[in-house]
Each structure stands twice: as structure tokens, then as C-alpha cells.
Nanobody, 124 residues
Framework: QVQLIESGGGLVQAGGSLRLSCAAS????????MGWFRQAPGKERESVAA????????YYADSVKGRFTISRDNAKNTVYLQMNSLKPGDTAVYYC?????????????????WGQGTQVTVSS
């Protein structure tokens, strides 16, 4: 059974930083692309960032480019999302996701597994 457990969310002021972590189990982590999605109240879930199984390919939504960095540690079965220069518009529930390729993480339809989500709230 695949489990993706997110942590690191919280309340931060605009301009601040947070680091999200997602610990994976029940899958061969090093064989999967990993990604982060987010869903704000009243909005659809959107892809934020993704990383290939080897870490050599990354994807970022235009809205977070230059501010967010995705990384992974295959030895720890963990993927991270470093979020800097946070804005109130980044407020959302952030979800970890696993899929067979980075391209499969551009939208939620091809995601194989989801975490339960972690709340990120950015105050102005």
C-alpha cells in the first residue's frame, strides 16, 4: 500500500519561507517521478512542481518559478519543496504525488498516488 505523508506546512508571513517534506513508503521510490500539487479554496487542484526519478529533470508552474525548489533524496524516500518569497496567493493545501513520469505530474489525471495534504497559509 502506497503512503505519501506530507509535513512542514504552517502559517507564515508574506516573504517568508517554508520547506515541505513528503515521506514515501510502499513503492519503489527511486522508480517514480514525484511532484507537488496545491488546491486553494474554491479552486481546482494545480500542479506546482515535479522531479524525475533521478532528479535530473524538474518542472515548475510559472507562478512559482524562481521561488520554489523541488528536490529528492532517494536514500530517504523523501521529496522536498523549498518555498521562498511566499505570497498570500500561495495559500493552499499542498499535496504530494507520485507518477511514472514528470509529464504525468503536469495535471492530476495521471497521478497514481496522493498524500493527505498539508496546509500552507501565507498572511499579508
Amino acid at each position: 500500500q502506497v503512503q505519501l505523508i506530507e509535513s512542514g506546512g504552517g502559517l507564515v508571513q508574506a516573504g517568508g519561507s517554508l520547506r515541505l517534506s513528503c515521506a514515501a513508503s510502499g513503492l519503489t521510490f527511486s522508480s517514480y517521478a514525484m511532484g507537488w500539487f496545491r488546491q486553494a479554496p474554491g479552486k481546482e487542484r494545480e500542479s506546482v512542481a515535479a522531479i524525475s526519478w533521478h532528479g535530473g529533470i524538474t518542472y515548475y508552474a510559472d507562478s512559482v518559478k524562481g521561488r520554489f525548489t523541488i528536490s529528492r533524496d532517494n536514500a530517504k524516500n523523501t521529496v522536498y519543496l523549498q518555498m521562498n518569497s511566499l505570497k498570500p496567493g500561495d495559500t493552499a493545501v499542498y499535496y504530494c504525488a507520485a507518477a511514472l513520469s514528470v509529464a504525468s505530474l503536469y495535471s492530476e489525471e495521471k497521478v497514481g498516488s496522493w498524500g493527505q495534504g498539508t496546509q500552507v497559509t501565507v498572511s499579508s
